[in-house]
C-alpha cells in the first residue's frame, strides 16, 4: 500500500484520473507530461501557461467544500505550503489526499519518483532524470548569501528549507542556517550585520522588483532572481541551475 511522506497510507481502488494539485510546483510537475490527470489546482498553480482547469481558491485556504463536492480521485499537498487542517477535512470527507515533504534538493527527487510511481501510477517523466543530472556536481563553498523572500518585516531563508539546500549546492554560505527558525524575521541592519556577499531578492513570494527591495542595501551588493528557479521543485530544475549561477555571477 503506497504510503506519502509523512507516513499516511493511500488507499486507491485504481489509478487516479482526477487530481487536483494544492502545490503549484507540484501542478506543473504533473502537467508537464500527464496534463490530462489534472481536474483542478489552485490560483496560485501559474505553470504551464494557459492550464485550463478548475481552481480550489490558495494553497493556504483552499475550497475544501467545492473540493469533496467535486470528489476528485486524490489531492496532491505539501506539509509546508498547505495546512493540515484542510488535508484532516479532506480526509474526514472521504478524499485521499497524498501529502508531499521536501526540504532538501534530494528529498525533492525521491519525493517526486514516488509521487508519479506510487500515487499517480504513471511512468516517471523524462524530465526527472534530467533535472537530477543537472544538479549532480556540487560546487565548493564560495559566497556568504542571504535571500530575503519577505519585506515589512523582512523575513529570510533559514535552515531546513528547500532553497537553502539548493543554493547549498552551488556553493553558497548562509549566515542565517543555524537560525532556530525555518524562515526568521530579521530586518535591514541584521541582514548587513551577517556581511553577506550577496543578498538575493527573488520575485516570490514577496514581489521583490528593480524598484522595491535593492535600494534598501549598498549599492551593488542585491540581486534580483526568479523565486520559481529557487523555489520550485518540478520541470522548472532542469534550468534553474543556470539561472541561480547566472545571477550569482552578476
Known amino acids: 500500500m503506497p504510503i506519502d511522506d509523512l507516513g499516511a497510507q493511500l488507499t486507491l481502488p485504481r489509478p487516479p484520473a482526477r487530481v487536483v494539485s494544492l502545490v503549484p510546483s507540484l501542478t506543473e510537475a504533473i502537467a508537464a507530461e500527464h496534463r490530462y490527470l489534472l481536474a483542478g489546482a489552485t490560483d496560485w498553480c501559474t505553470h504551464p501557461r494557459g492550464l485550463d482547469v478548475p481552481r480550489y481558491r490558495g494553497t493556504k485556504n483552499p475550497d475544501t467544500a467545492a473540493l469533496i463536492a467535486a470528489a476528485p480521485d486524490l489531492v496532491i499537498a505539501n506539509q ?4 493540515e ?17 521536501i526540504e532538501t534538493l534530494a528529498e525533492s527527487f525521491s519525493s517526486m519518483r514516488r509521487l508519479f510511481e506510487q500515487a499517480l501510477m504513471v511512468p516517471v517523466p523524462d524530465w526527472l532524470p534530467r533535472a537530477e543530472a543537472s ?28 532553497s537553502n ?24 541592519a541584521g541582514i548587513e550585520a551577517t556581511r553577506p556577499d550577496l543578498i538575493l531578492l527573488p520575485d516570490e513570494p514577496y514581489a521583490f522588483s528593480a524598484s522595491d527591495g535593492p535600494e534598501a542595501f549598498a549599492p551593488g551588493t542585491a540581486r534580483l532572481i526568479s523565486g520559481r528557479a529557487l523555489t520550485w521543485y518540478g520541470p522548472s530544475l532542469v534550468t534553474a541551475r543556470r539561472q541561480i549561477e547566472a545571477a550569482l555571477a552578476g
Not at 509546508?80 to 495546512?83: A, K, L, S, V, Y
Not at 549532480?136 to 531546513?160: C, F, H, K, N
Not at 539546500?165 to 535591514?188: I, K, M, S, W
Open 135 to 162: 544538479w549532480a556536481q556540487p560546487t565548493e563553498t564560495r559566497l556568504s548569501v542571504v535571500t530575503a523572500i519577505w519585506r515589512d518585516p523582512w523575513m529570510v531563508v533559514g535552515g531546513r528549507t528547500f
Open 165 to 188: 539546500d539548493l543554493l547549498a549546492r552551488l556553493g553558497c554560505r548562509n549566515p542565517f542556517e543555524q537560525h532556530a527558525e525555518r524562515y526568521p524575521h530579521t530586518d535591514v
Open 80 to 83: 509546508e505550503e498547505n495546512r
Open 85 to 101: 487542517l484542510d488535508v484532516r477535512r479532506l480526509r474526514s470527507a472521504g478524499v485521499p489526499v497524498w501529502v508531499t515533504r
